[in-house]
């Protein structure tokens, strides 16, 4: 996106209506080239999100990296090194850029999160460690180091937090995990508390996955190819999200947040994540148009981002008068056959197995590169 070709009037009103909105999406020509801090300046673009899937596409191309990669194979360092190495430098690169954001924001936007090795998904301690080292190699104050919302990660989640390094909670499916999420962070400024920490320091997203949902729900109720299941495709996402909006509400309005607020903490944000329609058969903004609620984030890939700048239909508050509808549609999903609690699961295990996948594939495009340039990378 350039500047020239990004109307800004929806996300204006997106911002005017509580939505920060970030970019899923970092590469190391999207920096030098100036793209990212275009779409600081002019593009409402407020945060940044990486993922395992996208440094893979952005390293595997090579484009942008074979500088750092030569000098990293002439340091013969490993292939974990050398990957860590460039997504820590990318990370800190765009930390930069969104500093201004983040100065401007007390620091609520102006974020870059990056995320632990997806491998160490189901170790607490193995977590813990690395979003360590990932705080203290990009060293800035705007990082968030992201973690899976897996069983093992909740109580790294709070350890994390209780260290004082800000967390963007990743793969979260269910409205049961997102409340054991919320309670995780809870947990971790209570720690942060004891140990006298500063809470306004500490900022937290817990990122809800939406466009995901649907798919593999829609996929449910297409084989199931009755009427109404039909006319169920494309609500179970929204009427998860919007759900989960409503347990932020309750959470973040109950007594044990009242002390915790009293003593300058942050709310922990939704974020809108996945946000990108599967279906073509959908409007290309559905899950920014019906996804606008006082207080979220909504990160979107460049095509959404686009769009939405585009023709985003932006009309206020579409979440919390929902929340009725949002319940009977889940319910008449149920009624098809289509077990949620089954459908979140496996979407939680798919999400971690296409985050290793991918950051195997950057691997071994690493050690091919290191190894091209006569170093074996092992």
């Known amino acids: 996106m350039t500047e020239a070709t990004a109307p800004a009037e929806p996300l204006e009103r997106l911002a005017e209506a509580g939505v920060s909105v970030w970019l899923d999406d970092l590469s190391r020509t999207r920096l030098t080239s100036g793209g990212l801090a275009g779409l600081v300046r002019t593009g409402h673009v407020v945060g940044v999100t990486t993922n395992p899937s996208i440094f893979q596409a952005a390293i595997g191309s090579g484009e942008g990296y074979e500088e750092q990669l030569a000098d990293l194979a002439v340091r013969g360092v490993t292939v974990d090194e050398a990957v860590r190495m460039m997504t820590t430098a990318d990370v800190r690169d765009a930390a930069d850029v969104l500093r201004p954001v983040y100065d401007a924001t007390g620091g609520r936007d102006g974020r870059v999160s990056i995320e632990v090795d997806p491998r160490l998904a189901h170790d607490t301690a193995a977590t813990v460690a690395e979003a360590r080292q990932l705080a203290w190699l990009v060293d800035r104050p705007n990082v968030m180091v992201k973690i899976p919302a897996t069983r093992a990660g909740l109580p790294a989640i709070t350890e994390v937090l209780a260290l004082g390094i800000s967390v963007n909670v990743t793969l979260i499916f269910s409205l049961e995990r997102y409340r054991e999420v919320m309670d995780a962070y809870l947990a971790g400024l209570e720690k942060a508390q004891a140990a006298g920490l500063d809470l306004a320091s500490i900022h937290s997203v817990a990122s809800f996955f939406v466009s995901r949902v649907d798919g593999e729900i829609d996929k449910r109720l297409e084989k199931t190819g009755t009427d109404e299941a039909l006319a169920l495709r494309g609500r179970a996402a929204l009427a998860n999200a919007r759900l989960a909006y409503e347990a932020y509400e309750e959470v973040f309005g109950g007594p044990r947040w009242t002390a915790l607020g009293g003593a300058r903490a942050n709310r922990q944000r939704p974020l809108w994540a996945s946000t990108g329609v599967k279906d073509p058969a959908y409007k290309d903004t559905l899950y920014v148009d ?89």
């Open 290 to 378: 019906e996804l606008v609620a006082p207080g979220t984030v909504n990160t979107m890939p460049e095509a959404t981002l686009r769009a939405a700048a585009d023709h985003a239909d932006v009309r206020g508050d579409t979440v919390t008068g929902g929340y009725a509808q949002a319940r009977a549609d889940l319910a008449a999903v149920e009624r098809q056959g289509v077990s949620y609690d089954d459908v979140v699961r496996q979407l939680e295990d798919e999400g971690v197995a296409k985050f290793e996948a991918a950051w195997g594939d950057l691997l071994d495009a690493v050690a091919l590169s290191l190894r091209s340039k006569g170093v074996d990378g092992e």
